[in-house]
């Protein structure tokens, strides 16, 4: 795994989704993630990219169930 993104639901400690979802899964480094919730089951995630060199922010949304 080169920094790939993975999300999981958790209870308590305990994650529900193993080995998680992938948020962000390229052959580029995804790095400094930061995650926001609206509250209702949504989850906008925000992180960088780097590619060739140079650095990109990229988000994407992400809805739990």
């Known amino acids: 795994v080169n920094g790939d993104l993975l999300a999981s639901r958790l209870d ?3 994650p529900l989704d193993k080995p998680g979802v992938a948020v962000a899964a390229s052959p580029a480094e995804e790095l400094n993630p930061v995650l926001a919730g ?3 089951g949504k989850l906008l ?3 960088e990219k780097a590619v060739d060199g140079k650095s ?4 994407k949304t992400i809805e739990t169930q």
């Open 56 to 59: 990109m922010i990229c988000a």
């Open 12 to 14: 308590g400690w305990k």
């Open 38 to 40: 609206n509250g209702a």
């Open 45 to 47: 995630c925000v992180y």
